[in-house]
């Protein structure tokens, strides 16, 4: 069974500035979670949360819990190295090492953890491409540049990438928003596959896309310009977009707003 998320009352600012607010829920393990919600809700700024990235940012903090393992990840004895190794981040556009090779793309969390015996690396490589869905298009030109591959197969490369280092958890913010229809379908796919053995959290703007590869589905809204970011409701994908709870949802989803 993959890991699971329990979120608590999680908070987040840019310097004074409250951007997510006091925000709870679950991530359940081997389901793909969607966050949908309009544009500054605060769906980046959540899931940047989930491996401590966003704190990197200067003048920037979170407040709250994320259980991960029983353990909560922004614990004072928890370092944030190994906790985003241990959660995975795939961004909106696909940014592979550009001077570096397809073959380095993919191990390149291993030159930054140390390094493996060359057999080992040769195996995780034609493993993480595999499951990425990329190993057939590339395995004759590993050593090519990663720009040369077209934005659907940097993404996913860039998939391949997060999981070579093994991650318990997933998350994508927006990964096709860059991509045409038939790359956004084949990472649609890639995500359903990669649910059977991961978890994964996906930050997306296309409703069919939640509706289609999520299990659950979360909204955020800041009710005014400027608010501060809050969940209105989880659940069942199919309920939040056919019965949602709250008007709110109700609006975003059938597009009155946002
Ligand atoms: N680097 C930053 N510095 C200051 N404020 C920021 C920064 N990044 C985001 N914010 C603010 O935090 C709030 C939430 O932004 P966030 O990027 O998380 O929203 P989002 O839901 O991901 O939006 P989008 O759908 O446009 O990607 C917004 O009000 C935004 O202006
Ligand atoms: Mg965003």
Redesign the pocket.
């Known amino acids: 069974m993959a890991a699971s998320f329990e979120i608590s009352n999680l908070s987040a600012w840019?310097?004074k500035?409250l951007?997510?607010e006091d925000i709870s829920l679950s991530v359940e393990p081997n389901q793909v979670t969607a966050?949908i919600?309009?544009?500054?809700?605060?769906?980046?700024?959540?899931v940047?949360c989930l491996n401590r990235l966003h704190e990197l940012?200067p003048g920037?903090r979170a407040e709250g819990k994320v259980i991960l393992d029983g353990e909560n990840i922004y614990d004072d004895a928890v370092d944030a190295v190994s906790v985003r190794r241990a959660v995975g981040m795939v961004f909106?556009r696909p940014n592979p090492f550009p001077t570096m090779s397809i073959l380095d793309n993919t191990i390149a969390g291993f030159k930054l953890n140390g390094r493996k015996p060359k057999a080992e690396l040769q195996e995780i490589v034609e493993r993480a491409l595999t499951a990425a869905g990329l190993w057939d298009e590339v395995k004759d030109r590993l050593s090519a540049a990663a720009t040369s591959l077209s934005g659907g197969q940097q993404q996913r490369l860039c998939i391949a990438r997060a999981i070579a280092v093994q991650p318990e958890i997933l998350l994508m913010?927006?990964p096709c928003s860059a991509l045409d229809p038939v790359a956004t379908l084949r990472i649609e796919d890639l995500i359903m596959e990669l649910r059977e053995r991961y978890t994964i959290v996906l930050?997306t703007?296309n409703m069919q896309q939640a509706a289609r590869v999520a299990d659950r589905t979360a909204f955020?809204l800041?009710e005014l310009a400027?608010d501060?970011?809050r969940l209105i409701e989880i659940g069942p994908t199919k309920k939040i977009f056919t019965q949602p709870e709250d008007k709110r949802t109700e609006g975003y989803i059938t597009g009155r707003f946002g």
């Open positions: 840019y310097g500035r951007a997510i966050l919600g309009p544009s500054g809700s605060g769906k980046s700024t959540l940047r940012l920037a909106q913010d927006e930050v703007h955020l800041g400027g501060p970011g």
